[in-house]
């Protein structure tokens, strides 16, 4: 059975959670995501029982009103989802950017859901003043009502009752944790927010984020990071410090829906980043096999 992905969302890591998970420990108290985005991880470890209890923390407040009632309050998403849904056929592209305004002035979990599952690959975009401002894509009519409503009813049975929902700066969420728990990290990629883009974290700041790393170190906290990955030979994001002392794994993704379009053979690789105090729990050789494999830390940052 396919896991439940009631909220899409560009760069979702939920073909790529079961290669995560196997750098996760054999035991551990809550899963926490500060960058939750599509929740991708929290729902593949709930599925998977690797996980009883979650956090999930993202600033996108109106993105966290959606989790909440799709954990917590289903029937009523659903139908609202049912109805914007039915309410486009006929004038489709007109109506999305009605239901775009009606987001922008009201904030309201319902309309986000309805515009992530119509507009250009589900990729969350807004401008210098907070308004969503991604166009439709006009190919397609969005989810099926009936398949989101599956996806919104599983997801609740997997996390009513043993998740806690946030929006607030990461910083706070990471003061949190402790050594019993597992953080997973997906932060937005640098540039997030330039151009018209959504300054999705407030513009985090890389020397911030850096020493809260260190922190989370000096606690032994374990975590995973995805941060950066590679193209054929063009890598994205700047290097972490080596004296963080993660270990660098890097996943084949496969083919880029990009490199498809060009007719492209490029293969994608994305990286995570293991944390001193997660080695410590796992045995890194068996979890390595020959399939994903070890590369060298990047360089010191600075």
Same mark, same amino acid.
Request: net charge neutral.
């Given at each position: 059975? +396919? ?7 560009? =760069?979702? +890591? ?40 979650? %956090?999930? *923390? ?35 592209? /007109? ?14 979990? /319902? ?8 507009? @250009? ?22 989810? *099926? ?9 599983? @997801? ?25 728990? !597992? ?13 018209? =883009? ?11 984020? @850096?020493?809260?790393?260190?922190? !989370?170190?000096?606690?032994? %906290? ?15 994001? *700047? ?21 498809? !379009? ?11 980043? !293991?944390?001193?105090?997660? @080695?410590?729990? %796992? ?20």
């Amino acid at each position: 059975m +396919k896991l439940p992905h009631p909220i899409p969302y560009q =760069g979702s +890591k939920r073909n790529l959670a079961d290669q995560i998970m196997r750098f996760y420990p054999d035991d551990f108290n809550r899963l926490i995501e500060p960058f939750a985005g599509s929740a991708a991880m929290t729902i593949a470890s709930a599925f998977y029982f690797k996980a009883n209890h979650f %956090i999930i *923390n993202d600033i996108n407040e109106p993105l966290t009103q959606l989790w909440d009632s799709i954990i917590n309050n289903p029937k009523s998403i659903i139908k609202h989802y049912h109805d914007i849904w039915h309410g486009q056929h006929g004038n489709e592209e /007109e109506y999305y950017y009605q239901i775009r305004d009606k987001f922008n002035e009201t904030r309201k979990p /319902e309309y986000l859901l309805f515009l992530l599952a119509k507009c @250009v690959k589900a990729a969350v975009r807004y401008n210098a003043q907070g308004g969503f401002n991604q166009s439709p894509d006009k190919r397609r009519l969005g989810r *099926n009502p009936q398949m989101m409503r599956d996806d919104i009813l599983r @997801v609740s049975h997997l996390l009513k009752g043993k998740i806690e929902i946030f929006s607030t700066d990461y910083s706070n969420i990471l003061d949190l944790a402790s050594s019993d728990d !597992l953080i997973y990290m997906d932060p937005p990629y640098q540039g997030t927010g330039l151009n018209g =883009g959504f300054n999705y974290s407030g513009n985090i700041e890389f020397e911030n984020f @850096v020493v809260s790393l260190f922190e !989370l170190n000096n606690k032994d %906290i374990p975590y995973i990071l995805s941060y950066d990955g590679r193209t054929g030979n063009k890598t994205f994001g *700047n290097p972490l410090p080596d004296n963080l002392n993660l270990t660098k794994i890097e996943i084949n993704a496969g083919r880029s829906s990009q490199a498809t !379009l060009l007719n492209r053979n490029e293969i994608t690789y994305e990286a995570v980043f !293991l944390s001193p105090a997660l @080695v410590a729990k %796992i045995d890194l050789q068996k979890v390595i096999g020959n399939q994903i494999y070890q590369t060298d830390l990047f360089a010191t940052h600075g």
